[in-house]
């Protein structure tokens, strides 16, 4: 667990309490054993991927100003992703495991959409380009 003593000013708070909730989750999601198809991590990955698009420059701009704490909101955000990231490959080898040759045609095409470029879950922290405007986090 990452931890930092830098404090987080009231801007970010919403942000780095909505992290602290998504982490728990994904800490007793891995603790009950993890999810059974990467699917399952789609929720999990969609509020991280909106968390890290309010990000600008790699860093979180509220009102115009970066607030003080972006080192522990940082770190925060980058652990939910490195969990994400261990849940999903789990899943993804022990449904190579569970594939003994049964007749579940069905599951291997919907596999198989998860394959396509542009579908399927996304877990690497965004590479895009910095935008040239701040968002208001409320």
Known sequence: MITSSEPVSEALLPIYNQLLTLRKCLVEVKRSGGVSSPREMYPYSMKLNSIDNMRHDGKFIVNGDIPEGQGSVTALLSECFDLAYELRNEADE?????????????????????????????????TRAPASESIDVK
Do not use: F, R, T
């Not at 569970?98 to 919907?110: H, I, L, M, V, Y």
């Open 94 to 126: 022990s449904k190579g495991d569970d594939d003994d040759g049964d007749d579940n045609d069905e599951d291997e095409k919907e596999g198989a959409a998860d394959a396509e470029p542009g579908k399927g879950i996304q877990l690497a922290h965004s």
